[in-house]
C-alpha cells in the first residue's frame, strides 16, 4: 500500500501543474505559428507542432517503411512493430 503522504504530496505537485499550465492566458504566454496561425504555449510546442503540421514525413520504420512526421511516434510504433 503506498504512503498516504507521498500520495498526497504528488497529487498537489500534478495539480499546480495542470493549475500552473491552464490559468495562463493564451496572451501571457502563447507562440504563434507563421503557416497556420495557430497559438501554441511555448517554443517546443511550436517546433513539435511545425514539424507535425507542416514539415513533410521524414521518420521512417526500418521494419515495415511506415513514415511518421513525429520521432516520438516513430518510438511508440517500433515497439508493436517487429
Known amino acids: 500500500m503506498p504512503c498516504p503522504s507521498l500520495e498526497n504530496h504528488f497529487k498537489i505537485i500534478?495539480?499546480?501543474?495542470?493549475?500552473?499550465?491552464?490559468t495562463k492566458t493564451k496572451s501571457e504566454s502563447a507562440t504563434k505559428c507563421s503557416k497556420c496561425g495557430s497559438e501554441l504555449h511555448d517554443s517546443n510546442r511550436l517546433e513539435r507542432h511545425m514539424r507535425i503540421a507542416h514539415d513533410k514525413k521524414n521518420e521512417k520504420c526500418?521494419?515495415?517503411g511506415k513514415e511518421f512526421r513525429d520521432p516520438e511516434d516513430l518510438r511508440k510504433h517500433k515497439k508493436r512493430c517487429r
Open 62 to 64: 526500418r521494419n515495415c
Open 14 to 22: 500534478v495539480l499546480n501543474i495542470w493549475m500552473g499550465f491552464f
